[in-house]
Structures are given as structure tokens and as C-alpha cells.
């Protein structure tokens, strides 16, 4: 509910609407969410999608006062980007955990944000390791959020966030599965810019 008033707060105060193509795609099991990053907007869309899920994020956002606080009660996986390999380890147990709990897990496979006009960056492996071992599939997802939520900024620009959500991507080979979820994602975004 807390997300859900503050992205229709933006939608009046800062006329950033969205439009969403594929929901149909979205399974009522638990599956992996793996998305290009770009601004905090599909930080919070994103846990609407499918109820519950668990996010990773940084380790420090949990820190912040009063939003902080709010988003622990969300179950994130709460991580070190500066400790790789720790991080990846815990992403798969505590991740795993999660998905038999019934979550969804929300993985950013670029790690950090990327301008729109970078495209999509670099994934890491988290989302194919964590869909392979717990055999759940991969839903890809593609938007361009930094175009109206500029990232770093306290600028907004009004339009509508284009979301496109691609079928269940399922297999036993994680680095196969992630290429298989950034191909997807990429050919997506280069549509909808």
C-alpha cells in the first residue's frame, strides 16, 4: 500500500504515469524478476508485481530513517557490493530461502543504475544461479524509467514509464539462463526507445 500511494503520488505531483505489456506473463508461483536499473522508480514498481517479493539491495539503504525502516519490513536480501563473492553467496541462500517461503525475488543483474543512454549494461550471474538451483524461471523485465525519473537528480520529467514484462524463462544452465534474460532485455529496451 505504501508504494503503490507513493507511485500514484508521483503520477499527480510529477505526471510520471505508466503503461505495462505482458502481465499476463507474470506466473502466481515464485519466480525470479530480473531488470535493467536506471532510477528508484522500478525499485518500488517492481514489488507490486507479484506479492510477496524480496529485493536485494544495498546493505545501507536499510539504515535510512523512517524509509529505511519501512522497506525491511519487505524482506529484502541485504547486501555489500564491495564483498562480491560474500554478496553472491547470500543472494543464493538467502534468495533461495525466500522462493520457498513463495516470494518472488527482485534481482538488478547490472548491480548499479545506467543512464538511458547507455542501453543495458553488464549483467552479473545472481539471477540465472539463484533460477537454476531453486528451478523457478526467470522473468525478464525491461522499462525506461531514466527517462522520466533521471537518476541522481531531483529532476522529473512527465510521460508515461513503458514496462514490458517477457515470458517465463526456464533451464538448468545459469549462465545460459542470464544471457538468455539480458538478450531478452536488451532487444526489449531497444524497442521502446
Not at 503503461?19 to 522508480?41: D, L, M, Y
Not at 514489488?47 to 544495498?58: G, V
Not at 514484462?165 to 539462463?177: E, M, N, Q, T, V
Request: hydrophobic share 40%; glycine share 8%.
Amino acid at each position: 500500500m505504501w508504494i503503490l500511494f507513493i507511485l500514484k503520488s508521483l503520477k499527480v505531483i510529477c505526471g510520471i504515469g505508466w503503461s505495462v505489456k505482458g502481465i499476463e506473463n507474470v506466473p502466481n508461483t515464485p519466480f525470479v524478476i530480473a531488470s535493467n536499473h536506471q532510477s528508484p522508480w522500478e525499485s518500488f514498481f517492481l514489488q507490486t508485481l507479484f506479492l510477496p517479493t524480496s529485493s536485494i539491495m544495498k546493505k545501507e539503504i536499510l539504515i535510512i530513517p523512517f524509509f529505511g525502516w519501512a522497506i525491511s519490513r519487505l524482506k529484502p536480501i541485504s547486501i555489500n557490493r564491495k564483498l562480491k563473492v560474500k554478496s553472491l553467496k547470500k543472494v543464493i541462500e538467502v534468495g533461495g530461502a525466500r522462493i520457498k517461503e513463495g516470494y518472488a525475488v527482485l534481482v538488478f543483474p547490472e548491480g548499479t543504475r545506467k543512464k538511458p543512454e547507455d542501453g543495458i549494461g553488464k549483467f552479473g550471474n545472481s539471477c540465472g544461479l539463484l533460477a537454476s538451483n531453486e528451478m523457478v524461471p526467470i522473468i525478464p523485465i525491461c522499462h525506461n524509467s531514466g527517462k522520466y525519473w533521471i537518476n541522481r537528480s531531483f529532476k522529473k520529467k512527465s510521460g508515461s514509464i513503458d514496462v514490458v514484462i517477457g515470458k517465463p524463462i526456464f533451464g538448468s544452465d545459469a549462465k545460459k539462463l542470464t544471457k538468455e534474460a539480458r538478450s531478452w532485455i536488451e532487444k526489449e529496451y531497444f524497442k521502446i526507445n
